[in-house]
T-cell receptor, first 113, second 113 residues
Framework: KQEVTQIPAALSVPEGENLVLNCSFTDSAIYNLQWFRQDPGKGLTSLLL?????REQTSGRLNASLDKSSGRSTLYIAASQPGDSATYLCAFISSGSARQLTFGSGTQLTVLP | DAGVTQSPTHLIKTRGQQVTLRCSPKSGHDTVSWYQQALGQGPQFIFQYYEEEERQRGNFPDRFSGHQFPNYSSELNVNALLLGDSALYLC????????????FGQGTRLTVV
């Protein structure tokens, strides 16, 4: 069974810090990996999508990297702001026959003003 | 573009009842997937519809069923509700094949009492 682990489960940082969220997965044969943001009780907002042929993607203050050989992805958030407070989820689609997203449990981020 | 829309937003049902949740995908998308998210957990895949057929199914009982209409919108039906079915139900739309980004709706919060 493919698994996704996100560490840490929770993180609290002062405003302005740069931070890294980690995601590890057991299936190296991934098709793509996607990072999401979820505000309490809300749906998921797509942040970044990395195709299997790519190593990283950037959007504004966010940068996501993918290392299939080690089964890891990281989400880097630069100059964090209180508005970044949310749960961040990573998910992948296997390059096998399954086309569903397999999610981690997320990292709950709190940015203190 | 209205994005992915789900209805209703919140729902309270009694154990043993049946419920129907609805989803309209993002314009241009042809595939709808449904996920169940328990509190504090990542979303779990229920099933995926493409061309009005169920294409993939996660580890959920037959009480969970679905439908996709010619306009690509979809319904999730749950029969004989259990207390454990209380969760946030999320709909995701994408293009078939899993190559592109998946976009999620705001979810339906189902409470079974």
């Amino acid at each position: 069974k493919q698994e996704v682990t996100q560490i840490p489960a929770a993180l609290s940082v002062p405003e302005g810090e740069n931070l890294v969220l980690n995601c590890s997965f057991t299936d190296s044969a991934i098709y793509n990996l996607q990072w999401f943001r979820q505000d309490p009780g809300k749906g998921l907002t797509s942040l970044l999508l990395i195709q299997s042929s790519q190593r990283e993607q950037t959007s504004g203050r966010l940068n996501a990297s993918l290392d299939k050989s080690s089964g890891r992805s990281t989400l880097y958030i630069a100059a964090s702001q209180p508005g970044d407070s949310a749960t961040y989820l990573c998910a992948f689609i296997s390059s096998g026959s399954a086309r569903q997203l397999t999610f981690g449990s997320g990292t709950q981020l709190t940015v203190l003003p | 573009d209205a994005g992915v829309t789900q209805s209703p937003t919140h729902l309270i049902k009694t154990r043993g009842q049946q419920v129907t949740l609805r989803c309209s995908p993002k314009s241009g998308h042809d595939t709808v997937s449904w996920y169940q998210q328990a509190l504090g957990q990542g979303p779990q895949f229920i099933f995926q519809y493409y061309e009005e057929e169920e294409r993939q199914r996660g580890n959920f009982p037959d009480r969970f069923s679905g439908h996709q209409f010619p306009n690509y919108s979809s319904e999730l039906n749950v029969n004989a509700l259990l207390l454990g079915d209380s969760a946030l139900y999320l709909c995701a739309s994408s293009l078939y094949g899993g190559i592109t980004e998946a976009f999620f709706g705001q979810g339906t919060r189902l409470t079974v009492v």
